[in-house]
């Protein structure tokens, strides 16, 4: 098998128990009445704590997290989700994109975003400046390319839109096809949906038509993504084939406001003679087990055209790749 690999989103998993009213002197103040009013009960520390355990006993390639890991992006979730972090694994082994919530409002670099930045950095990235040429980014971990998007930026108060920006854009084009040359099973994760009239329209990603377009005319394996507190599955057609695009719910949801109740996807990729086998567990929280339980198994077969892996000398058959 090629890699195994989780992905969860939109954990929710700070406390704003210590909140000033200076800090609420701007979009944030709605956001913390939100969480007064339901988001405090419906994201659970005991459901965090149930995944974390759940997740220490595996070997994972790579734990994908698509952002939203603060309620109103305070300096001092920044610090808790950094523990929190820490306490999942390495930055090598944890790849994470920010979310509408942690880029709730402009905040300075130094005391919010820096804390992750190990995190959501590429290989070799030699920087953490904070800059927005960052992204995407790339992380090779055997035969697989993880290449994550940011898509948090400010927005007004009521709106949780998101964009990637026509330079980011550009680049992920370049990105997924140097990495088709390769051979390379190319994930793509962020944090809201890259596919255009999925969301409703305070909730979308600005720019899906044309990171859709891009999806579509440069392929990928597999497309990730969070922000809804739903799970979904799309069948996005491509010039490299059918790219499934995945949404999983809140990591710590309750599904108490009529959002899914949490869940997350573990993933095992194998190559086969016509491209790669995508092996899909869902996990799924159990209120009387108080534990993450097998909901669904899954495969998806794709189909691709042949290209070298890494290591493989030229003139080998597919077949030999097999497995």
């Known amino acids: 098998m090629a890699g195994k690999f989780a992905h969860i989103s939109d954990p929710h998993l700070t406390s704003l128990a210590r909140v000033s009213a200076r800090d609420l002197l701007n979009k944030r103040a709605l956001g913390y009445l939100s969480w007064k009013r339901k988001r405090r009960v419906e994201h659970s520390?005991?459901?965090?704590?149930?995944?974390?355990?759940?997740?220490?006993?595996?070997?994972?390639?790579?734990?994908?997290?698509?952002?939203?890991?603060?309620?109103?992006?305070?300096?001092?979730?920044?610090?808790?989700?950094?523990?929190?972090?820490?306490?999942?694994?390495?930055?090598?082994?944890?790849?994470?994109?920010?979310?509408?919530?942690?880029?709730?409002?402009?905040?300075?670099?130094?005391?919010?975003?820096?804390?992750?930045?190990?995190?959501m950095a590429a290989d070799h990235s030699g920087g953490a400046d904070g800059s927005p040429d960052q992204w995407p980014t790339l992380r090779v971990r055997g035969s697989i390319a993880f290449i994550g998007v940011s898509t948090g930026v400010p927005t007004p108060p009521l709106m949780a839109t998101g964009s990637a920006g026509p330079e980011q854009v550009q680049k992920l084009g370049a990105l997924l096809r140097s990495t088709a040359e390769q051979?390379?099973?190319?994930?793509?994760?962020?944090?809201?949906?890259?596919?255009?009239?999925?969301?409703?329209?305070?909730?979308?990603?600005t720019d899906a038509p044309r990171m859709q377009r891009t999806l579509q005319e440069n392929g990928a394996e597999l497309v990730l993504h969070g922000h809804g507190h739903r799970r979904h599955f799309v069948r996005l057609s491509s010039n490299d084939g059918v790219i499934p695009v995945i949404a999983v719910p809140s990591a710590s949801g309750l599904g108490l406001h009529g959002a899914d109740r949490a869940r997350y996807n573990h993933y095992g990729v194998s190559r086969t003679p016509?491209?790669?086998?995508?092996?899909?567990?869902?996990?799924?929280?159990?209120?009387?087990?108080?534990?993450?339980?097998?909901?669904?198994?899954?495969?998806?077969?794709?189909?691709?055209?042949?290209?070298?892996?890494?290591?493989?000398?030229?003139?080998?058959?597919?077949?030999?790749?097999?497995?």
């Open 45 to 119: 520390q005991e459901v965090l704590a149930a995944l974390q355990e759940e997740l220490a006993g595996q070997a994972l390639t790579q734990l994908v997290i698509t952002g939203d890991l603060t309620h109103i992006g305070l300096p001092d979730e920044f610090r808790q989700a950094r523990d929190w972090l820490e306490q999942l694994g390495s930055p090598a082994d944890v790849a994470l994109v920010p979310g509408n919530h942690d880029a709730c409002v402009a905040a300075p670099w130094d005391t919010t975003f820096a804390l992750w930045q190990d995190y």
């Open 183 to 205: 051979g390379l099973f190319r994930v793509v994760y962020m944090h809201h949906c890259p596919i255009k009239r999925r969301e409703k329209w305070r909730k979308r990603l």
């Open 274 to 323: 016509a491209g790669w086998r995508l092996d899909i567990d869902t996990m799924l929280y159990s209120t009387s087990q108080r534990r993450f339980v097998q909901d669904e198994s899954s495969f998806i077969e794709l189909v691709r055209p042949h290209r070298e892996a890494p290591g493989e000398a030229r003139g080998n058959t597919p077949a030999a790749q097999a497995g």
